[in-house]
């Protein structure tokens, strides 16, 4: 048996809309890299990009503990001597919700040409509101469960 290997027309790029309001971080980055990666598909390649758009909403309202936002720390570099800076992930949330959630999907692509096209098509919203009506993106429940939901 000859191995698949998706053509450009077999590709299909469907939107989904994730409401992070009570996720857990993690648990929220895991099924966003999943969507993104397209391992959802049976068309599914490693080295091909047959993932799908991810829109996420209510960023600022992840289920984070007090002590994870305390103890998460984050760090950059300015390229200079001495130019480390860190940031816990309390003070990064209040700052940019955002970024928390690209830098953890991040961290789950590959580290290659292609995870950097398949972040690409991740967006990420603080409100419940976003701009992309006109793609007709479809609400997607995650298939874990959040850690107050029994």
Same mark, same amino acid.
């Given at each position: 048996m000859r191995t698949f290997h998706p053509k450009e027309a077999d590709i299909h790029h469907a939107w989904h809309v994730i409401d992070a309001e009570g996720i857990v971080l993690g648990r929220l980055a895991t099924e966003i890299a999943h969507l993104l990666r397209g391992k959802h598909k049976p068309i599914w390649?490693?080295?091909?990009?047959?993932?799908?758009?991810?829109?996420?909403?209510?960023?600022?309202? &992840?289920?984070?503990? &007090?002590?994870?936002?305390?103890?998460? &720390? +984050? +760090?950059?570099?300015?390229? +200079?001597? =001495? =130019?480390?800076?860190?940031?816990?992930? =309390?003070? &990064?949330?209040?700052?940019?919700?955002?970024?928390?959630?690209?830098?953890?999907?991040? =961290?789950?692509?590959?580290?290659s040409r292609l995870g950097r096209a398949q972040l690409k098509k991740l967006r990420v919203y603080s409100g419940p509101t976003h701009p992309h009506a006109a793609q007709e993106p479809q609400p997607r429940a995650l298939t874990q469960p959040s850690r107050n939901a029994k």
């Open positions: 390649a490693p080295n091909v990009d047959v993932g799908d758009h991810v829109i996420v909403v209510n960023a600022t309202k &992840l289920d984070i503990s &007090l002590r994870k936002s305390e103890d998460k &720390l +984050y +760090y950059r570099h300015s390229g +200079y001597p =001495g =130019g480390i800076r860190s940031e816990n992930l =309390g003070h &990064l949330m209040g700052r940019n919700p955002e970024r928390v959630i690209k830098l953890a999907v991040r =961290g789950m692509l590959p580290k």
